[in-house]
């Protein structure tokens, strides 16, 4: 996948997370926030908005699976 792509697919997953956050649906992204990185920041390294794919898709997953 290209850097663009993974940043275009951070921002939906972001957008879903800011979702879950409004709605207190308990999902708890703080290894997420950790990361410090925003898909605003398109200066970062493509693993580093991989890393936040992969965390949000795990959290996410686990909230659907409740």
């Known amino acids: 996948m290209k850097k663009e792509e993974l940043v275009h697919l951070h921002m939906l997953l972001a ?29 970062r390294s493509k693993e580093d908005h991989k890393q936040a794919i992969f965390i949000l898709v795990a959290k996410l997953a686990a909230l659907a699976s409740k």
């Not at 957008?15 to 997420?32: A, H, P």
């Open 15 to 43: 957008q879903i997370k800011r979702y879950c956050e409004e709605n207190d649906l308990g999902c708890d992204f703080s290894e997420y926030n950790e990361l410090d990185i925003s898909p605003f920041q398109v200066h």
